[in-house]
């Protein structure tokens, strides 16, 4: 155990005395920074910190402290690393961590590709309104498999049988790495339209299917 008075005697965690103290106090009320001082700091953040910092400044000032659906809230830490999602309805809180950050123009980017498909959409959304093409409806297969017959979807597609709206009940052909779009989704593309929508996405996937012979596999 160190003598008391110790740490006042060392010479690298010396205490200041009080004049010392009193000067520095005043000197840290009496600075401001002006705007070249300030951009200065900015620019050393880089862009990570800055979009984090932006992020978090948006959710606690424009967003808190509003209760988005008589459900949510959000709050955010400084940093941006943490956020925090508030649902008052389940009285339960879950926290967001980034799991990485990317340019929005490279070619992995998610937001590109969203940009894309919307660009898409609306580029062939009157090409399509005129019914120049026509979605192929799927087949029934005998298989191996307990739920035989199934609709054959291993290539995709759209469905039009079934009687219930909320309930899946339609045993189908589906192979590793497919992706099934719910009904809403496929009306609200449609704007309204299950056909319309289904055309739009089976013109999509004829599209993709083409790009993905320039691209390895990975997950």
Not at 2 to 14: E, L, S, V
């Amino acid at each position: 155990m160190m003598p008391k008075g110790y740490y006042n005697r060392d010479h690298y965690i010396r205490k200041m005395q009080k004049h010392e103290q009193e000067y520095l106090n005043d000197l840290a009320d009496r600075k401001r920074f002006s705007k070249e001082e300030r951009r200065s700091i900015s620019r050393k953040k880089d862009k990570d910190q800055q979009h984090l910092e932006g992020l978090s400044s948006f959710i606690n000032e424009q967003l808190n402290p509003y209760v988005f659906n008589n459900k949510y809230s959000l709050y955010s830490i400084r940093s941006g690393k943490k956020i925090l999602v508030a649902d008052w309805a389940t009285n339960l809180e879950t926290i967001y961590v980034p799991l990485y950050t990317a340019p929005i123009d490279t070619e992995h980017s998610i937001t590109r590709a969203l940009s894309e498909v919307t660009d898409l959409e609306k580029k062939y959304e009157c090409h399509f309104k005129r019914d120049y093409i026509t979605v192929p409806d799927p087949e029934w297969y005998e298989t191996n498999s307990p739920f035989s017959p199934q609709l054959n979807l291993k290539e995709g597609g759209f469905t039009s049988h079934g009687s219930w709206r909320n309930q899946d009940h339609l045993d189908c052909l589906l192979t590793r790495n497919e992706f099934v779009v719910t009904a809403p989704a496929v009306r609200g593309l449609g704007k309204g339209s299950y056909e319309l929508g289904a055309t739009i996405l089976h013109y999509l996937q004829d599209i993709w299917k083409r790009e993905s012979k320039a691209y390895a596999h990975r997950r």
